[in-house]
């Protein structure tokens, strides 16, 4: 998916978010396919599992079947129709989550070759605040960051001071 081009930042973001509020004692299940940032994790010292790639909107089994004390999920709600229903099923009671936010320059997302990297939402944070608490949840901490890029033009520019990350620590 990133062809060796990973996204550092983010990464690095996230994994200070993590560090911040889950210790690695906790176990994690993290939703979505093994990916190259559920391995910083585990060289992190975390114990995590991972979803296997079940459509998430419809099968909920390895959520429903998880002992893990956390729940991540990193840039995963985006790609759900309904991703009130497996927020819904969550048994931890520690939620870690990023979003990419809605940004009003640019349309949602979509994948031309892959039909999985597609974004049904991009929330702003107040409209994914709402959904977690309406599913149980209730907000610790937040945190939002830009995504600026190496290329020139209006977007670009937009990009260095727009918000474009929303991690949120929950609990139930």
Known sequence: MYENNFPNKRYKHTLAFLQKHISTSESILDLGVENPFSDIMKSK????????????????????????????????????????????EIKAQKLVASIPLRLWF?????????????????????????????????????????????????????????PRYYIVYAER
């Open 45 to 88: 010292g975390y114990e995590v599992n991972n979803t296997s790639g079940e459509d998430l909107d419809v099968d909920f089994t390895t959520v429903t079947q998880s002992d893990a004390q956390v729940v991540t999920a990193f840039e995963i709600f985006e790609h759900l129709v309904a991703p009130f229903n497996v927020l819904k």
């Open 106 to 162: 640019a349309s949602a997302y979509k994948s031309k070759n892959d039909p999985w990297d597609r974004h049904y939402h991009e929330f702003e944070d107040w409209q994914f605040d709402w959904l977690l608490e309406k599913a149980g949840w209730t907000i610790k901490d937040s945190a939002k960051w830009s995504n600026p890029t190496k290329k020139i033009g209006i977007r670009p520019l937009f990009r260095y001071f727009t």
